[in-house]
């Protein structure tokens, strides 16, 4: 499943078709690529350009492409009324290679997500955040309020990472002090770090049967994308960060979501920006963990279709 295969190295698109739901029809696709000073930004649409605000989505990580959110049609649904865009965050994926010397910071990130924008001509855009993506967003849309339309922040790492509150501990604790008993080498290897990848991915799911269906469309784990390197990196400085001051001042409307079985960002989290966000509304998903859109995808499409279609 390698998405990335056959980007341009320059700024052409290439203009692709993807299955739609519907027998016969096909749903516009394009890859690209938006060159700034220090990396070529890849990103990736679904959908055709309409009268509709686009929706773009900021992955989680960080580390990691935007591929380990593919393996579900809820994008594509999404993209039969607006275009919806994702890009892969510097230093992984299609985003290679980077400037030698360039940060791999939390502000680089966000001049990159800037850059999107610019890249693709949005005067405004509807704002997704999965994971780490969703701190990412806080910071974005702190930073950069007025082309934010709408923010929604599913399953979001929240407005400062020490404040983040992990499961695992106290749910998986045989898990955990197994990975805990291995020797760690004093230099991780790529393979063990795919290898702590795929036992963390198992932990987010509330089904095991969506779980391993959801490993079944992924296929091989390095397909997530995983640049250890630029995850710790970014990680690091990004733990430096605390957007909760900001979040009173934040005037468009924002949907909060979470999975309530989501060991990795507990439902607290989404809880405490749904409070500290004027206006903002929150919706849990109770047969989902931290990944409510593959869980749920159903339930998933219909909140996010009615907050996006509702006022601004």
């Keep these: 499943m390698s998405w990335s295969a056959g980007y341009p190295l320059s700024l052409r ?32 649409t679904f959908g055709a350009s309409s009268s509709a605000l686009p929706l773009l989505v900021v992955n989680g990580g960080p580390g990691l492409s935007h591929a380990y959110l593919l393996p579900t049609d809820v994008w594509r649904q999404l993209a039969q009324k607006r275009r919806v865009i994702f890009y892969d965050q510097r230093g992984t994926g299609a985003s290679k290679p980077v ?31 999965d994971s780490y993506g969703g701190l990412l967003s806080i910071a974005y849309a702190s930073a950069y309020p007025e082309h934010v339309a709408k923010l929604i922040l599913s399953d979001a790492a929240g407005s400062n990472l020490n404040t983040l ?28 770090a795919e290898a702590s990848m795929r036992t963390h991915f198992n932990l987010l799911f509330y089904s095991q049967a969506q779980r391993d ?25 990004a733990a430096k960060a605390d957007f909760t001051p900001k979040l009173a001042g934040f005037t468009f409307p924002t949907l909060v979501l979470t999975g309530r079985y989501d060991m990795n960002v507990a439902p ?30 159903t339930k998933y499409r219909t909140v996010v279709e009615q907050f996006l279609e509702g006022p601004r």
């Design 13 to 44: 698109i290439l203009l692709l078709t993807w299955p739609a739901l519907a027998a016969g029809q096909v749903l516009p696709h394009q890859v690209g690529k938006i060159p700034t000073e220090q990396v070529a930004l890849a990103y990736e």
């Design 99 to 129: 400037q030698a010397g360039a940060p791999q910071t939390l502000a680089a990130q966000v001049a990159d997500l800037e850059a999107v924008r610019k890249g693709l001509n949005l005067p405004q855009v509807l704002l997704l955040g």
């Design 165 to 192: 509150v992990h499961l695992f501990e106290e749910v998986f604790p045989e898990t955990m002090a197994a990975e805990k008993q291995q020797q760690q080498p004093s230099v991780v290897t790529q393979e063990a």
């Design 213 to 237: 269906l959801y490993f079944k469309k992924l296929g091989p784990i390095h397909n997530v994308g995983l640049e250890p390197a630029v995850g710790q990196a970014v990680g690091n400085d």
């Design 268 to 297: 607290l989290t989404a809880w405490r920006l749904q409070q500290a966000i004027p206006g903002a509304k929150i919706v849990f998903f109770e047969q989902s963990g931290h990944f409510p859109w593959f869980e749920e995808p």
